[in-house]
């Protein structure tokens, strides 16, 4: 499966016989993920839970923090555990190479979600078009400028930027941010940080550019956790009216 229908191409899937639909009695599912933060993903886990729950199966979630050996260590017990379905997603899905094969190896369905491609076998992926939603972030941030600042000369409103490179797709979403804010005259990127992805790092990249840069207006980051976090220490350095 491919959560972009602009490319439906993208997405890796092998022959569907012996897929187990939904509504086979007791289908068991469990969605490792190197985190649990984001808003996104929890509402995701919710729906894919309310859908299987219905057709008689059952979603189990569960987390690393960002730390890779346990989350291998969670597939590796999936596995013994014997579920149908392992969805695995993270900044680091290549790394999940030998795991992942193991699971395959014993007949358990991997789904790869937040990848179109993991260079690797595995039963399908999951995902939008980085450069889209990278896109419609700058867009979203341009209509921002337009209401606040709409007669700002050129190079007056500063921003800071959050990038990950982690993947293919990652990176094709900083693309997407980057042609579009930055095509914009009005707008400087005057700090740059990479792999800002939690709420405390959030909270620290805020920090940060704020002290190199005091007059930095737009931030563009890269996950709700990090949103959060930058929210967080500008209400808490400026309080609510902070722009």
Same mark, same amino acid.
């Given at each position: 499966?491919?959560?972009?229908?602009?490319?439906?191409?993208?997405?890796?899937?092998?022959?569907?016989?012996?897929?187990?639909?939904? %509504?086979? =009695?007791?289908?068991?599912?469990? /969605?490792?993920?190197?985190?649990?933060? =984001?808003?996104? *993903?929890?509402?995701?886990?919710?729906?894919? =839970?309310?859908? /299987?729950?219905?057709?008689?199966?059952?979603?189990?979630?569960?987390?690393?923090?960002?730390?890779?050996?346990?989350? #291998?260590?969670? #597939?590796?017990?999936?596995?013994?555990?014997?579920?149908?379905? !392992? !969805?695995?997603?993270?900044?680091?899905?290549? %790394? *999940?190479?030998?795991?992942?094969? =193991?699971?395959?190896?014993?007949?358990?369905?991997? !789904?790869?979600?937040?990848?179109?491609?993991?260079?690797?076998?595995?039963?399908?992926?999951?995902?939008? %078009?980085?450069?889209?939603?990278?896109?419609?972030?700058?867009?979203?941030?341009?209509? /921002?400028?337009?209401?606040?600042?709409?007669?700002?000369?050129?190079?007056?409103?500063?921003?800071? *930027?959050?990038?990950?490179?982690?993947?293919?797709?990652?990176?094709?979403?900083?693309?997407?941010?980057?042609?579009? &804010?930055?095509?914009?005259?009005?707008?400087?990127? &005057?700090?740059?940080?990479?792999?800002?992805?939690?709420?405390?790092?959030?909270?620290?990249?805020?920090?940060?550019? *704020?002290?190199?840069?005091?007059?930095?207006?737009?931030?563009?980051?890269?996950?709700?956790?990090?949103?959060?976090? !930058?929210?967080?220490?500008?209400?808490?350095?400026?309080?609510?009216?902070?722009?």
């Amino acid at each position: 499966v491919n959560g972009n229908a602009d490319t439906p191409d993208d997405s890796q899937q092998q022959d569907d016989s012996g897929v187990v639909e939904p %509504s086979d =009695e007791g289908y068991s599912i469990i /969605w490792c993920s190197a985190t649990w933060d =984001e808003e996104f *993903l929890v509402q995701m886990g919710d729906s894919v =839970e309310k859908l /299987w729950h219905e057709n008689g199966g059952t979603l189990e979630r569960v987390g690393s923090d960002g730390d890779l050996a346990t989350q #291998i260590s969670q #597939i590796e017990n999936a596995i013994v555990m014997g579920y149908d379905q !392992i !969805i695995v997603g993270g900044p680091d899905n290549q %790394s *999940l190479e030998n795991v992942v094969g =193991e699971a395959m190896d014993a007949g358990i369905q991997v !789904i790869v979600f937040g990848q179109s491609e993991v260079g690797y076998p595995v039963s399908g992926t999951c995902n939008t %078009s980085g450069l889209n939603v990278g896109t419609a972030q700058g867009n979203m941030a341009l209509a /921002w400028v337009d209401s606040r600042y709409p007669d700002a000369p050129a190079g007056s409103v500063k921003a800071a *930027l959050t990038t990950y490179d982690g993947n293919s797709e990652s990176k094709n979403r900083t693309q997407g941010m980057e042609n579009t &804010v930055f095509a914009d005259e009005r707008v400087e990127n &005057v700090y740059t940080q990479d792999t800002v992805m939690t709420v405390d790092a959030g909270y620290t990249f805020a920090s940060e550019a *704020l002290t190199y840069d005091p007059d930095i207006r737009l931030f563009m980051c890269f996950t709700n956790g990090c949103a959060i976090g !930058i929210s967080n220490y500008v209400i808490s350095e400026y309080g609510d009216a902070g722009e």
